[in-house]
């Protein structure tokens, strides 16, 4: 699995951004996925994941009813809507690939076999 996030850039505080993640290799509907940022110096944590159909979301407490999570299985492609972005929303974006779970969902970022690279989203105030 190749996934390709991108979309991110520099904002100010109370814009939205819509992050993309592209995939390509193994069938994309067949598995869950995330995504997960980090901040400068910090920990990388979960902030959203979606399970194969998008029935089943699941958000980090900060940026519940900001940011919703969604998926086109016909394009292979995830998306992470941001509104209301806050200053510490800032971090590097990774959307990353759970191919042991497609109808459930988890938070836990070792569960995640495969990463994109990344993209940067800064938040000014």
């Known amino acids: 699995v190749q996934l390709q996030a991108s979309g991110g850039g520099l904002v100010q505080a109370g814009d939205s951004l819509r992050l993309s993640c592209a995939a390509s290799?193994?069938?994309?509907?067949?598995?869950?996925m995330g995504w997960f940022r980090q901040a400068p110096g910090k920990e990388r944590k979960f902030v959203a994941a979606?399970?194969?159909?998008?029935?089943?979301?699941y958000y980090e407490d900060s940026v519940k009813g900001r940011f919703t999570i969604s998926r086109d299985n016909a394009k292979n492609a995830g998306y992470l809507q941001m509104n209301n972005l806050k200053p510490e929303d800032s971090a590097l974006y990774y959307c990353?690939?759970?191919?042991?779970?497609?109808?459930?969902?988890?938070?836990?970022?070792?569960?995640?076999?495969?990463w994109g690279q990344g993209t940067l989203v800064t938040v000014s105030s």
């Open positions: 979606i399970n194969w159909s998008g029935n089943i979301t």
């Open positions: 290799g193994r069938t994309f509907r067949n598995y869950a």
């Open positions: 990353a690939a759970d191919l042991s779970r497609s109808g459930i969902i988890t938070t836990i970022l070792r569960e995640y076999d495969y």
